[in-house]
Structure formats: C-alpha cells, structure tokens
C-alpha cells in the first residue's frame, strides 16, 4: 500500500479576478488582488484525501513553495483533508523567477526526503499555463507520469490511469512510485466545512529552505515584456461570397 | 455547568454582568490567544488594529462559505421563496458544513468555534439569501447558546450533538397578545407531580416547520408576574404540541413562520432549561446576543444587494455614458456604501466587545437597530438605480428590498432598540 503521496498545491490569482498588467510592462499586479488554491491543485488534493478515505494511502503532505502568504494556500489543503504541510520558503526576486524547472527539482527532492510513493499535482497553474512541472518531476526522479488524469485507479502497486488526449481517452498502467497530474474531469474538490477548518487549525505545517534541499533556484528564463493582448478589432459582415473573396484579396489574404 | 444569569435584569440598574470568554481588561483590546492576522498587511507596530481585521480561521471561514453560498445556496433562493419553504437540500447542507453548531464544542459534534465567526458566517449568508441566514442565526446565537450556557450535562448531551449535525431548535416567546410586551405572555405551564402541564399559543414562531425541538417559554407561577417565566424544552411530537399555519409572508418567506398551539402538553421538569422563574431573564440576555447576529443578516442582505445592483450601473449606458458616471449616481452611490460601512463597524465592534466580555448591551442594540435601517435605504436605493429591471422578479433586487422590512420588527423593532440605548444614555450621565 501507498505510504505517503505529496500534493503540490500553489498559491494564484483567484480566478475570477480581471488581470491587470502592471504600467512598467514587467508583469501582473498582485499586491492587494484576490488569490486563491489554483483550481486544478484543488483537485489534486481531493483526489489524494479520496485516496486515503479509500484506505489506499496513508499520508497526504501539501506542498507549496513561495513567500508566507502561501501558508494560507497549504491550510485549504490541510482543511479538504490533507495530513500535514511543509512550506518551502521562497521569497524576493526568488519568487518572481521561480518556475517549473526549480519547483520540480524542489518536488523531486522532497519525494525522495519524505519517501512518497505517490506526487499528484495540478495538470497546470491558472496563472502561467505552463503545464510542465508534472513532467518534468518526473522525469528528474525518473518515475513514471500519468499526465492529464480524468480518472485514478490503483491497484496494487501499480496505477491505471485514464489520460485526457486530443482524440478522446487513453488508459495507461503505469508502477509506482509515480508522478500523476490532475485534470479538470478528475473529481469535484470539496468544499472545506467549518469543522475541518478548526480541526487544520491543529494540523502541521514544517517549513524548509530551498538550500536545504540542494536546490539552486537561479532561473534559466528572464522575463523581458509583459503586454495585455491586442484589443480585438471589431469585424466585417458581408452579403455575398464575391464580396467575402473580395475583402479578403484586398487584405492581401488570397 | 450553569452560568451565572448574565443578562442586565430588566428595569434595574446595572452593567451587564457577562462571563467573560476572553480574559477581561480594562483598557484596549482584549482579543486573546487567537493570532489576529491583519487582513491587508499592517505596518509594523500597529497594536489597535482596525475592525475589520480577522484571524486567519475568521477568514478561512468566511472564504468557505462565501463559496459554499454563492454555489449550493444561491440555486435555490428564487424557488424557495416563491414557494414559501425551505429547501430539503439547503437545511441538509447547512449541517454539513458545520454552520448550525458554530459556537457548539467538537465533543458535542460542533465545530468548536467563536461567536465572531458566527456573525461573519451569518453575513456572508445573508448576501446570498437572508432566509437561510436567519435560519443559521437563530439555530446558533439563541438556541445553541441557551443550551450550551443552561442546560444540565444531561440535556446538553441530549440536544447539543442532535443540534450541531441534523436538529433544527425553534425559540418561542411571542404570542398573538405580547410582543414586544414580551413579558405579558399568557401561556401557562401547571406543575402536577413531577411534570408541568403547558397550555397555551405561540405566534410568529421561526423555523417552526422544520424545527426538532422548541424552546418555549412559559409561565409556571402567574402570581409572580413575569418572574414565573420558565424555558421548556419541547419535543416535537409531544402530545398536545400543535404546529399551525404558516404565515404568508412579504418577504424572508423561505424561513418558516408559524403559530403553535399547546394543548395540555405534558413535559417534564427535567426538561426546563436553566432554572424556574428565570426564564424572562434568559430571553433577554439572549436577544441581547441575538441581536448582533440580526445585525450581520441586516448587513449582509444591504451589501448582497448593493454587490447586485452597482455592476449594473457600471455596465449601463444612457445617454452616450454609464449612468455610474452620473454625478447625482455617484452621491447616492457613495451615500449607501458610507452607511452600509458604518453599519459594518457597528456590527462587528459590537461582536468584538461581546466576545472580550465587555459590555456590549448598548452597542449591539445601536448595531441592529442602524444595520436595519441602512438596509432598507440600501435596497431601496438599489431598485432605484436598477431602473425598471430592479422591479422585476428576474432579478434578485426585489428580494431584497421584500426581506429588509423585517429587520426594524423582530428581535426587538427599531423601537425598542431606540428605548433600550435611550435607558444606557440615562446611567451614563448619572454622575
């Protein structure tokens, strides 16, 4: 039986908030705005208390990395069902650079320190779209990955996993350990009831230093520009099908 | 463990002798061993912070059922309030989440938390659907309160755990001749041996429909005026217990109203709550905490419905501009959110001062009295600016402005709030 699975969750800007970029152009206003559990981490950690409801696992550890504001992010988790946290302090311009490559590697030395036999993350953050931390954790640890998981099956010890691809649905068996990425079909997170707040009141949250983990955090990656995208021109009706070739054989299109 | 009464003894002089949650100090603040997180970041040094400053738990709770709310609540609010009832689903959900046995402690099967979060809890519903916010305030700051401070550990273990996870308690003082005169109550309970014979009616009884057992008051010694008041602990289905019509109501319609009718019903004397005679000073003191909880429905309702009705004028254009940009929009506009902040302070000073074991008396009846009056202005303002879609049903503004009236009647009418701040006035220029 699964002894421990890991849980990476990540602090975002709350879905429903309008992004703003900043007038300097270097990236998106944060101070004071919303944020919230990126949705599809919240899936992650249902899927991960489901399994220790099922008796599958024994311990679920949310991880995030990031400033102190991402405690609040780790005690959602611990109140969906979550055992214990840890907080990988990351802050400063640290923080601005850090990516999936540096948070994988801290992922993929946690797995090993906390012997997980188990990673489930989101299958990407709302904020950057990167859909890449789930691989790439893997792939350092050199563990099998069931990306874009709809549905979760273990069995024994090995995992059957139903992936969401472009042409419908895929079913893998893959061994554990292993590293799983939720999508959105996964499950319906639940909601954190007040009881379970008060009790995450009582619950662990460890807190740890990239160093600590021989993680070198100095990013590959310099962000030069951060524009809104451009307003979308409002556009042309025509009547016939002459009119439409023509349009378009003026704009230079045919 | 029984409490000590700690209500002000009506007509007497005196500060209300509360037992106090928190330690009592004399000075500042006393917000206890609670972490008390500033919600923007606070600079450094900033030992009296503002009021509207939460714990981290009184914000993971407020975030959860705003959520929880705006999901599995808002559903149901048109329905249930063209149908007079509340939903099945709702009440069963409202368990689930923990939010009917707030205050009540996890050994009882509660959720083991404080009265501020209640408020906010009752606040966050009330943005949603004040029906169901009246329900959650009424099962929490009357009827867990009384059971947790007065009854007995046998009652306690009886009514708490059924109370925090599937029970809904229903508190009955008014009848058809004593409203506000709350105590000229004409119900009798007779005493036979070991049991009291109840027989009378009850009026304008909330969550009667659904309720599991009822608080009700009743008095076991006329000759002693209203100091014969004793609480009873009905179950529902006791012989004799009838649940009358529901009234029709204007608004808060989803939140039953009803008339009971007692009809020689036979209770126990184990079944009082607190103790003989005393009952008139526990309503008091409970409608006293109550009334703060009134408040933050008052509140929540005024800020649901402005949170509906400023998009609206941000969105619609008369005139070539948006009618938010009108400057006699902005007055009004600006107007509102000043009160509707105003009443927010009142009501959430009033809590804090309840809970550091403060007196509290005066400001909580300040809090309900300003907080229903603001939501009238607030929602009928709102209808205003939303313009003839704000008169429709398709739009949930109308709700509101329905729902705001009963905030000046229950739980003591804007009057009596007046009468009460009036008396504290009195003693405080007594030199």
């Known amino acids: 039986m699964a002894a421990r699975v890991l849980v990476g969750v990540k602090r975002v800007i709350d879905y429903a908030v309008k992004i703003r970029v900043k007038p300097d152009n270097t ?35 949310a991880v995030s990395c990031g400033p102190q504001q991402v405690q609040e992010t780790i005690r959602t988790a611990l109140a969906m069902g979550a055992d214990r946290g840890i907080h990988v302090e990351v802050s400063g311009k640290d923080y601005d650079t850090l990516g999936p490559l540096q948070v994988s590697k801290i992922l993929a030395a946690l797995a090993k320190k906390e012997e ?26 050199d563990w099998p990955q069931g990306t874009f998981a709809s549905e979760v099956t273990i069995d024994g010890d090995k995992i059957k996993v139903i992936r969401e691809i472009d042409g419908g649905l895929e079913t893998i068996k893959i061994n554990m350990p292993a590293v799983v990425t939720a999508d959105l079909r996964l499950n319906t ?35 030069l520009r951060v524009e809104e995208p451009a307003q979308r021109q409002a556009g042309v009706k025509v009547e016939t099908v002459e009119d439409l070739v023509g349009k378009l054989k003026e704009a230079g299109r045919i | ?39 923007q970041t606070a600079p450094a040094g900033s030992g009296f912070p503002p009021l509207q400053t939460f714990s981290e738990e009184e914000t993971m709770m407020r975030d959860a059922v705003k959520k929880y709310a705006q999901e599995r609540i808002a559903p149901f609010v048109s329905k249930m309030d063209e149908n007079s009832s509340m939903d099945d689903e709702v009440i069963s959900s409202l368990f689930e989440q ?75 003082l008014s009848e058809a001749g004593s409203g506000s005169d709350a105590f000229s109550l004409k119900t009798k309970a007779e005493k036979q041996n070991d049991y009291y014979i109840i027989n009378g ?15 009700v008051m009743a008095n076991a010694d006329t000759s002693a005026g209203y100091r014969g008041i004793t609480c009873f602990l009905v179950d529902r289905g006791t012989e004799g217990l009838q649940i009358g019509k529901k009234e029709n109501k204007l608004g808060l319609r989803a939140s039953s109203t009803c008339t009971l009718s007692f009809d020689n019903v036979k209770v126990h004397e184990k079944n009082i709550l607190g103790k003989l005679g005393q009952g008139y000073k526990y309503a008091i003191g409970m409608l006293n905490e109550g009334r703060i909880g009134i408040a933050a429905q008052m509140l929540g309702l005024a800020q649901g419905c402005f949170d509906h009705a400023v998009p609206y004028t941000r969105q619609r254009v008369q005139f070539g501009k948006r009618i938010f940009d009108f400057q006699g929009m902005q007055h009004q506009i600006a107007n509102v959110a000043t009160q509707l902040e105003a009443a927010r302070l009142l009501t959430y000073n009033a809590a804090r001062l309840k809970e550091a074991g403060r007196p509290f008396i005066k400001e909580a009846c300040m809090a309900k009295y300003y907080a229903a009056e603001v939501a009238t202005v607030t929602t009928s303002k709102c209808i205003e600016w939303m313009g003839g879609v704000g008169f429709t049903k398709d739009y949930p503004i109308e709700k509101f402005y329905r729902d705001c009236k009963i905030g000046t009647i229950y739980e003591g009418t804007s009057n009596i709030q007046l009468s009460t701040i009036a008396k504290f006035l009195d003693q405080e220029y007594d030199s």
């Open chain 2, 201 to 215: 009616s009850k009026m304008w009884i909330s969550n009667a429909e659904n309720a599991g057992v009822f608080l």
């Open chain 2, 98 to 172: 923990g939010l009917m046995g707030i205050e009540i402690g996890t050994e009882y099967g509660g959720t083991g938390s404080t009265f501020f979060s209640s408020i906010l809890v009752i606040e966050e519903l009330a943005k949603v659907d004040p029906s169901v916010a009246v329900l959650c305030d009424i099962q929490n700051t009357l009827i867990n309160t009384l059971m947790s401070k007065l009854g007995t550990e046998e009652q306690k273990e009886k009514y708490l755990p059924r109370l925090a996870t599937d029970m809904i308690g229903s508190f009955c």
């Open chain 1, 27 to 61: 990236g998106v206003v944060t101070d004071g705005v919303k944020h919230s559990m990126n949705p599809f981490c919240e899936i992650a950690v249902e899927e991960a208390v489901r399994l220790k409801e099922k008796k599958l696992v024994k311990e679920v550890v």
């Open chain 1, 189 to 223: 997170p639940r909601y954190a009831t007040l009881p379970n707040i008060m009790k995450a009141k009582k619950k662990k949250i460890a807190s740890v230093k990239p160093g600590e983990l021989g993680v070198d955090l100095t990013s590959r990656l310099e962000v």
């Open chain 1, 116 to 141: 997980a036999s188990l990673v489930i993350l989101g299958k990407q953050a709302i904020d950057d779209d990167c859909n890449q931390t789930g691989q790439m954790t893997a792939a350092l640890l």
């Open chain 2, 1 to 39: 463990m029984m409490a000590a009464p700690f209500s002000r003894i009506f007509g007497k002089v005196g500060r209300q002798l509360s037992k106090p949650w928190a330690p009592c100090q004399a000075a500042g603040r006393s917000i206890s061993s609670r972490t008390v997180e500033v919600e």
